[in-house]
Nanobody, 125 residues
């Protein structure tokens, strides 16, 4: 069974950068769509970005376009989320998730079958 572990969160000042990692075990990732989601206190879960591993197609929520980049390392079974020009509103717990045999990259969490435990990102001065 696929397991996902996020890392790379932390405290950063506005305008700073972080790179989150989502490391997979238990399976290779070719048949999955991997998504990044976040949840701020008092808010619902929001899809941030996703990548379809077979086609390398990606998608981003409008609020992070031009600032965040999703990428992968197949050999390491890891998906990254590079976050630049961070803003206080990017604060939240970031989760990665996997959609088995997903036909397209989607930012709705209901499509995802496996979830990591999350990593906290705090953007504050």
């Amino acid at each position: 069974q696929l397991q996902l572990v996020e890392s790379g969160g932390g405290l950063v000042q506005p305008g700073g950068s972080l790179r989150l990692s989502c490391a997979a075990s238990g399976s290779t990732l070719e048949r999955y769509v991997i998504g990044w989601f976040r949840q701020a206190p008092g808010n619902g879960r929001e899809g941030v970005s996703c990548i379809r591993m077979r086609s390398d197609s990606t998608s981003y929520v409008d609020s992070v376009k031009g600032r965040f980049t999703i990428s992968r390392d197949n050999a390491k079974k890891t998906v990254y989320l590079q976050m630049n020009s961070l803003k206080p509103e990017d604060t939240g717990v970031y989760y990665c998730a996997a959609d088995y045999l997903g036909s397209m990259c989607r930012l709705s969490g209901s499509h995802y079958d496996y979830w990591g435990q999350g990593t906290q990102v705090t953007v504050s001065s």
